[in-house]
């Protein structure tokens, strides 16, 4: 069975950093796109940042400059690196990630806590 498991979320304050990691493990031949998602309280799941197999990345404009993903395919795991920490990017944060074994399904983490104070 195929897991996500993220860590380093947590309160930071304003202007802050702080590195959030998703390791993936089970049995599977290949991970293709992993990204980070992230759902405020009362408003929809959005796309943070997204990496491909290649290292190719997108970014959602709000944080493009500030984040940066990466991954290593090595230890299947995905990183987002958030600096200079805005209030409005306090929410609980997803790993996602496409995983193929004979087929490819989507899978999430958890979801991990990120509180930035102002």
């Known amino acids: 069975q195929v897991q996500l498991v993220e860590s380093g979320g947590g309160l930071v304050q304003v202007g802050g950093s702080l590195r959030l990691s998703c390791a993936a493990s089970?049995?599977?031949?290949?991970?293709?796109?992993m990204g980070w998602y992230r759902q405020a309280p009362g408003k929809q799941r959005e796309l943070v940042a997204r990496?491909?197999?290649?290292?190719?990345?997108n970014y959602a404009e709000s944080v493009k400059g500030r984040f940066t993903i990466s991954r290593d395919n090595a230890k299947n795991t995905v990183h987002l690196q958030m600096n200079s920490l805005k209030p409005e990017d306090t929410a609980v944060y997803y790993c996602n990630a496409f995983i193929m074994y004979i087929t490819t399904y989507e899978y999430w983490g958890q979801g991990t806590q990120v509180t930035v104070s102002s």
């Open positions: 089970g049995t599977f031949r290949s991970i293709n796109a």
């Open positions: 990496i491909t197999s290649v290292g190719s990345t």
